[in-house]
């Protein structure tokens, strides 16, 4: 089996890919903080709020992503739990 095929199959589990965006989410957060704090100038200002505008972007793919999930029935409770079952 292909690396591409064992990536969509384990992708194709809502917890999963909810998961992998919060994680995406989580980094650019990261980001923002760090290019904040440690960056001079326009520069680090700009680069700032692109990491808040990437972050604010995926949270809004997150939610629309989870509105649709919540139409079908399934297991999911939230990506706090899916860790939970996951650790």
Known sequence: ?????RLSASLAD???RSIVTHAIMAIGFAGAVVTGLFVQGQIGLISMVAFINFTAGMWI???VHSLGNATRDSEYNGVLMEVLRRV
């Open 61 to 63: 793919c997150q939610s």
């Open 1 to 5: 089996m292909s690396v591409a095929a």
């Open 14 to 16: 809502f917890g999963s």
